[in-house]
Structures are given as C-alpha cells and as structure tokens.
C-alpha cells in the first residue's frame, strides 16, 4: 500500500470543478496519449488528454478517443478525421508517435451535450481541432493578465507567432 506519510489535506486546495465549461474555442495542448481497448474489446482507440492553456478556465482537461482500430469502418473514418484536423492544427503531418503531438498549441472546439446515459447530466465534448490564428478564442479563453508583463510588453502569448 502507497504510503501517504506527511501528506495533509488541509494543507491543499481540492480538485476544482467539473461541471462543462461554455461552448467556444479554446487554446490546448496536448499532454498524454494512450491505446486503450474499446469496452467490447474488439478494437483500441487513441484517447489524448488535452489541457487548456490559457483564460478563466486555464489548466483543465479535456479528452478525445480516436477510434483508429474498431470493426466499424464509420468510426475509423471519422477518427482518422479527428487525428488528420490535429495534426494540421499543430503542422505535424507524418507523426510517428502519438507523442509528437503534444505540447504543441491548438484550438480546441468545445461544445456541450447531453450525456445519453444520464439525462440531465451535461458534459463537454471536442467538436473540432484549429490552428492557433485560424479562428477566434472564447470569451472565457483570454490570454492572462500577466501574459504581457510575461512576455515582455508583448500581449501574444509565448507560443503566438
């Protein structure tokens, strides 16, 4: 068993909250990737964890599935899709590795829906991948106020060309 020796919870915030975040665009990253199996264990997907990395709502995460290995051809196509916007989004075309697409800057296109298994539960959703400067940010999605002082004077943030 992990020892927690030293650890005090009253020493630390908790967890923040996970209710969905407004639909709009969000400046991420992505920060893991994954095969994991598909839950009738005939195929895997690709599942990124994505952070956001700017405004009100900076540092939470999102998550995406590729269904890349699956029976169903309309699912592959529609991940092979998914993967295809991400690497254009972060100039990556011919990856390797699921790795060379992290940390990498991007729109997220995030919207709200409905969860079909708990209704009246809501949950976030990745609609689609963007270049950062194709399209405009969120309203919650706000470089921070100390981007400038940060970059020098500069309102772009670190990763903007």
């Known amino acids: 068993m992990p020892d927690l020796t030293g650890f005090d919870a009253n020493d630390h915030e908790p967890s923040g909250n ?26 895997r997907y ?13 540092g939470r995460k999102e998550w995406a599935r590729l269904n890349l290995d ?21 100039g990556v ?5 699921s790795e060379e697409l992290h940390n990498k800057p991007l729109l997220l296109k995030i919207d709200v829906e409905e ?8 949950r976030n959703v990745i609609k689609g991948y963007a270049k950062i400067g194709d ?11 100390n981007t400038a002082t940060a970059n020098g004077g500069s309102s772009k943030p670190p990763w903007a060309k």
């Not at 969860?115 to 809501?122: A, E, I, L, S, T």
């Not at 405009?136 to 921070?144: E, F, I, R, Y």
């Open 135 to 145: 399209s405009k940010p969120a309203a919650g999605a706000t470089p921070d106020a």
């Open 46 to 58: 690709l599942q990124f964890a994505f952070e956001l990395i700017e405004g009100e709502y900076k």
């Open 70 to 90: 699956n029976p169903n051809a309309t699912a592959v196509k529609i991940a092979n899709g998914e993967l295809s916007a991400i690497c254009r989004a972060v």
């Open 18 to 43: 996970f209710d969905p975040i407004p639909r709009g665009e969000y400046p991420a990253h992505a920060i893991s990737s994954e095969w994991k199996e598909t839950k009738a264990g005939t195929g």
């Open 115 to 122: 969860r079909n298994d708990k209704p009246g539960v809501f």
């Open 93 to 97: 075309m011919k990856p390797k590795m």
